[in-house]
């Protein structure tokens, strides 16, 4: 079993940066606008030729509400009409898409999110899951893993039946903070009777894995009342938590103006959270997984980074990081082979682009040798805390000290402050360096001193 994280305040404080989340090498912000409709297609017909298996990510961008410290590609109306011309472009990209892979390519992984999913109406979801499974290979006896995004204000025990019978297996519900007073400057006024409702749903219709998500750092949130939230939380035993730090940019994400940046807590509010969080789970018999991330012992997740097999993409820690993952809808992204690619955020161009029978690609990039080089490295580093240099030498065939000489320096003073342990052999994360693994990685990143850092949150 893997050790547990250890907590260094002085560590912390040091080296808590801001830098990118690494749900993939190079990170969206190096996409560009070279990147077009024949690169997707030339990824697509490689795919078709090696029968890569898939990954399905669908984007609902729909929310009948705001929640001010939303930063996703989202559209708020109470119009539930807005779907329906979506769903009609959405259709149009799936088969577009379709017709360049080969039936025999299994679709291992699905996933709807959002926005809010379950604002599409039950017959809604019904057509848009036929569309798929007339056009894609999706699994029929539950091996799949299928996944959607749950707002339980938007679902009730007739939703959950539907998505299970329609063959999802996996929920991911969003909770964030049970205080009222924290709920109503967020303007996301949820009870813990409405989510407890539907996780009892999902039980009784034999999900097969319940994540709730969290966020520390929000407005009146104090280490004592979001402890609270988190004793909730462990009472109703999800077998993933997902427990992220507020990035307040309000200069970025419009919502987050609504906010009133006087009652955020403290910098030292926010680490106190974090920690008495990590300690909260841990003596529940979580495990840490890496980037906000917990499960328990026996979820697959944990089993497979014991094994040294998890791998991390733009859906996040995931067990099918070999499967080409094709996004679908307004703003997703895509990564077959060595492209990502992605569709246009606007929702009006979107449409109109589908509406011309062309894909709606705007921006995106190929890998070159020294990003997938360097995309293998962090990958290691994320998902497993442990990197083989012998590994990645045969894998790419270089002398893993000579190619980057010139981190050595900034590797071993990682090692003396205790974050790392560096040999001739490997990198380690230890325990005090796993909250902090971003801070490792980020030194392996050949774009991040071009970057703007202000575009990233901070690692803790």
Known sequence: MLDAIRWDTDLIRRYDLAGPRYTSYPTAVQFHSQVGTFDLFHALRDSRKALRPLSLYVHVPFCANICYYCACNKVITKDRGRA?????????EIQLIACHLDPGQKVEQLHFGGGTPTFLSHDELRQ?????????????DDSGDYGIEIDPREADWSTMGL????????VSIGLQDLDPAVQRAVNRLQSLEETRAVIDAARTLQFRSINIDLIYGLPKQTPDNFARTVEEVISLQPDRLSVFNYAHLPERFMPQRRINGNELPAPAQKLEMLQRTIEQLTAAGYRYIGMDHFALPDDELAIAQEESTLQRNFQGYTTHGHCDLIGLGVSAISQIGDLYCQNSSDLNHYQNTLAAAQLATSRGLVCNADDRLRRAVIQQLICNFNLEFAAIEQAFNIDFQGYFGALWAQLQGMANDGLIELSRERIRVLPAGRLLVRSVCMVFDAYLEQQNRQRFSRVI
């Open 128 to 140: 848009l899951m036929a569309q798929l499974r007339k056009h894609f290979n999706l699994l029929d």
């Open 84 to 92: 329906l011309p979506y769903l009609q472009r959405l259709e149009q």
């Open 163 to 170: 998505l299970r019978e329609l063959g999802f297996n996996r």
